[in-house]
């Protein structure tokens, strides 16, 4: 509802009822009622501008089964909760691969990392001596939203590469505010791993915090940086509301090693895990809030998720993928798919529990069709635009996913059945084991992949493996950027 005071800023100087009565005894009625009809009629310039605000918020090996609307019995996160409540859920969401580098690359350009250089069979991500990150070749959210008038910005962890030509500000973004690769990197203190993690300290890493190319604070204050990085989203809404802005806020938590502020100490049931969590969930209403109290609810689509499943050799202090197997590094399910929320009130039907398969890539195009801005035809698109599924339909996007572990497809799902065609543990030291026949899975009978069902099943085998062999047969994958190093 309007303050009384809403309506004087704009009266005008003569009321034009006064006007349309003097008119009708002109010469000229008929001519002026009409010109006056259309003045009246025509949108201004701020109401024709009403492209789309777009929040993207994305975690940090968070969890299939970390947060309560996805199940989790004791952490609590009011805020994600709400956003399924008042918009969607999605329970078939996949990410580009199972480990940051590849994931974020697939996230901001809409293509399999293979396209763009960022997944190798060596080194899996990037590394604070890795010498490449992410090409300029690519076409990342920001980049085309910025042409297109939008204000960007990004809070958080980048892991697209650490020197300045692969920065956030070299990739679109205005503004830049977090670390540049993962939080267990530049480690310096000695001990067992496991000691470390378990009583983590920042100085036992020396990660610098960037504002946008410039180092101010190293080590980082890892207690405080989920706060911080709330702070910083919460100044770039503020700061860009009367304009189309595009705010990417990565978390670095909750990777470990873990850390949490002091007004979350002991906060969660679920241990230090839950308190990390619960903070990131506080930060999301943080932003919430924010729209709400600028007026720009309406406006903007908030989409939160994460980059891939949980680091399960952490134990307790690496999370959960709830009834989904295995983990992060992995290319079972609990490695690639993911929880995903959408919410914008008005636009995103609230309630809504979608099982269409999609995927990360989708939110390039969907992203880029909400803000009327035409997607790249110079390149392989491999997300779709889903702006039809967050209104309310239950289309699937996508009908294949690709599981890619580095270089390699190591399994393919088509409609309900997935193939593996190759298995590997995450971090155990494991060899890739060849699978032939490959394993089958129907994946809406057992979402948790236990019964291998191909020897009843050969026709589904035949049809993933024509699939597959009709995109490796039109991939153009361009060099690996994650192998190499700086020289000493």
């Known amino acids: 509802m309007f303050a009384p005071h809403s309506f004087s800023a704009f009266r005008p100087a003569r009321s034009p009822f006064r006007c349309l009565a003097a008119c009708f005894r002109a010469p000229i009625c008929a001519a002026w009622l009409a010109a006056l009809t259309m003045l009246l009629a025509r949108p201004s310039a701020a109401q024709e501008d009403r492209r789309p605000n777009v929040v993207l918020i994305f975690a940090d090996d968070l969890g299939y089964g970390d947060i309560g609307v996805y199940g989790h019995p004791t952490i609590r996160t009011p805020h994600l909760d709400r956003m399924a409540a008042e918009g969607m859920k999605f329970t078939q969401f996949y990410v580009g691969a199972s480990v940051c580098t590849p994931s974020r690359a697939a996230l901001l350009t809409g293509r399999l990392p293979i396209r763009s250089g960022m997944a190798s069979d060596g080194r899996r991500v990037l590394f604070p001596d890795s010498r490449l990150g992410l090409p300029a070749r690519e076409i990342t959210i920001a980049e085309a939203l910025k042409d297109a008038g939008y204000a960007t910005g990004m809070v958080g962890k980048w892991h697209l590469g650490h020197l300045e030509p692969f920065l956030p500000t070299n990739h679109g973004f205005d503004s830049y505010y977090g670390i540049p690769y993962s939080n267990d990197m530049d ?100 932003v919430m809030q924010t729209l709400e109290e600028e007026g720009i609810a309406e406006r903007t689509l908030v989409f939160f998720t994460s980059d891939n499943g949980p680091w399960l050799i952490f134990r307790t202090h690496g999370g959960s993928a709830g009834l989904l197997r295995d983990g992060k590094g992995t290319t079972y399910e609990g490695g690639m798919r993911v929880p995903a929320l959408a919410w914008r009130p008005g636009a995103v039907p609230p309630g809504a529990v979608n099982s269409a398969l999609v995927t990360a890539m989708d939110v390039f195009p969907t992203v880029l069709g909400m803000a009327g801005v035409p997607v790249p035809d110079d390149r392989v698109i491999d997300g779709m635009d889903i702006g039809n599924i967050l209104r309310g339909s239950d289309e699937d996007a996508h009908d294949m996913i690709l599981y890619y572990r580095g270089e390699r497809i190591f399994a393919a799902r088509v409609g309900p059945w997935k193939a593996h065609f190759i298995t590997q543990r995450a971090y155990i030291g494991d060899d890739p084991v060849p699978r032939d026949p490959p394993i089958l899975h129907h994946l809406e009978h057992d979402p948790s992949e236990r019964f291998d069902v191909s020897a009843d099943h050969p026709e589904a085998l035949e049809e993933i493996a024509a699939r597959v062999a009709e995109h490796r047969a039109g991939l153009d994958p361009w060099p690996t950027q994650l192998d190499a190093r700086i020289e000493e």
């Open 187 to 286: 480690r310096v203190a000695g001990g067992e791993w496991q000691e470390i993690f378990w009583e983590p300290k920042s100085e036992y890493w020396n990660v610098p915090l960037l504002r946008d190319t410039e180092v101010i604070e190293r080590p980082v204050n890892q207690e405080t940086i989920t706060r911080r990085y709330a702070e910083e989203a919460v100044a770039f809404i503020r700061d860009h509301a009367e304009e189309p802005f595009f705010l990417y806020l990565a978390h670095t938590m909750p990777h470990t090693p873990l850390f949490r502020s002091a007004a979350f100490a002991g906060h969660s049931k679920a241990g230090l895990y839950g308190d990390v969590i619960e903070e990131i969930d506080w930060s999301v209403g943080q």
